[in-house]
């Protein structure tokens, strides 16, 4: 229950609460083909994509997509990152 909790007060902290911009259909589509270019998975990037879409914010996107191209997120952004990628592999894995 604590990780839980852990994991939604990260995932609050990252969408910035309310006013944050909800990422645009041009980052999910992105999102996906970089997915897709890593996994080869439609259904996975699919969900993955989708989940996106509801779990975190437009900046917080651009640093997801980023990261899957290679690029390391910033320090302060670790537990955050971590908590957005248990949470969508929590969402998913009921797919797999």
Avoid: W
């Avoid at 609460?17 to 259904?43: H, R, V």
């Amino acid at each position: 229950m604590k990780q839980v909790l852990v994991a939604l007060m990260a995932l609050g902290v990252m969408a910035g609460g309310a006013l944050a911009a909800a990422p645009s259909e041009a980052q999910k589509a992105e999102f996906y083909k970089t997915c897709m270019g890593i996994a080869q998975d439609n259904a996975l990037c699919t969900c993955k994509a989708d989940a996106a879409m509801t779990l975190i914010d437009s900046e917080f996107m651009a640093l997801v997509i980023a990261s899957m191209k290679g690029k390391s997120p910033p320090e302060d952004s670790y537990k955050a990152y971590n908590a957005y990628v248990a949470k969508s592999n929590q969402v998913c894995k009921p797919n797999y």
